[in-house]
């Protein structure tokens, strides 16, 4: 019989109300190995509802208490990040060793939350006026709604719940529905760390499930990450409910490559970028925007490092992963023959490569494209797979215009050893977050993660400060303790004295 994954409501299993499920694959064998419940509306009434009656005693407890448990959850996770990995891989497809990698950069952000303590500390300006103080004070919000995508099923929720757990919300998470089971992992260790039941539930399901997040009156804000079209409707929806949202969307990052960069290093770098976790990553580089004099001869070098990788199954010693979906799979494949309608040049076909692994998988080899015109949808769409392509440009200029008329400002980065060219680039790309020589520019946990345009509605980008400004308001005190000074009545608006 097969398993099904239930919700996660006030720290517990919760089958819920709802018959509907989904399956959950493994990529790497192209079986279903389990089921997971896709939520009703009123299954997220049931967790909002365990989110709000855990909010009033959460928010009040000490900083003291919170950070003792991030610190616990740290060490917990920490100590078993092999078996959360082992998930990732069973159920995403990367290999284990990219799985590793997720949660490092996960962990960053639960370490960054530890430091609650100091984060929260509010401004305090003494005698503004004579005998009168102004302080801040640093608040939750109540129940905040996270909801992510299928591509990182540890480290994004990782980018949100610790931090606003930390700031004192109470949270619903609505994990992606292909790769669930890391959610109700993490939850539960929460629990082992300490955390009270009902500070973090786990909504899964689909569309159903998050409109009644979106709608629901109990819902203090949504942080969102999907895919670009998914990004808007959540912004516009939940902004519509009256809700605090932050919505990051998709992405196609460039790589603009100079004459003078070392081809070695560009070579290593965009294969690891382009390739990493099958090029299923939001900072993937999707393209190389080669200068010509060099374009010939980096194409040789990229062509040489991919006859070296080894897909297949992500538990053997494989360098990249299955796809998600067989549709998925399908879709990305079908970039290929749009490529050489469209007039580019098909340098490695992925199609024909060979997989350590079960013939069912999902898969699909390093792709790589040359020539690719800029009005190709292998340009304009975001693949999301192991396709990478090369668009050749005449210098820096015609580069950088590439960039800032597409629709997407997520990541990109610049190979050069000029620095002033470089410095150029930093000031005149139009993109949330860059690289100089580093291929997917992610920032640590204390900067803050987020794209321009296309990449993200809302103004607040993911973790570090912006998200903590996110996970909490303001109030701002002005307080004066009688003495014999004051001034009796006065209409006019205060003025100091
Ligand atoms: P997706 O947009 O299909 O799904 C994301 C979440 O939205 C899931 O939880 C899903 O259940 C839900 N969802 C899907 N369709 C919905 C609908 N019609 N109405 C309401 N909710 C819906 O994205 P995905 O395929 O899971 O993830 C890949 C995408 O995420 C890529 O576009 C990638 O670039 C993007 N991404 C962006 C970042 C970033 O930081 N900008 C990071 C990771 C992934």
Redesign the pocket.
Known sequence: MTTVLDHWISGADYAGESSRTAPVYDPARGIVQKEVRLGSVADVDAAVAAARAAFPAWADASLAKRQGVLFNFRELLNARRGELAEILTAEHGKVLSDAGGEIARGLEVVEFACGITHLLKGDYSENVSTGVDVYTLTQPLGVVGI??????PAM?PLWFFPLAIAAGNTVVL?????DPSAANWMAALMKEAGLPDGVLNVVHG??EA??ALLEHDDVASISF????P?AQ?IYETASKHGKRVQA????KNHMLVLPDADLDLVADSAVNAGFGSAGER?MAISVVLAVDSIADELVAKISERMATLKTGDGRRSCDMGPLITEAHRDKVAGYIDVAAADGATVVVDGRDGEFDGEADGFWLGPTLIDNVPTSSTVYTD?I?GPVLSIVRVSGYEEGLNIINTGTYG?GTAIFTNDGGAARRFQREVEVGMIGVNVPIPVPVAYHS?G?WKA?LFGDAKAYGPHGLRFFTREKAVTSRWLDPSHGGLNLGFPEHD
């Open positions: 909801i992510s995508p299928f591509n990182f994004v609505k994990p992606s529905e292909k689909d569309k998050v409109d990450v999907g895919s670009t998914i409707y990051l969307g998709g992405a939001c975001e999301f997520n993660f794209g990449s």
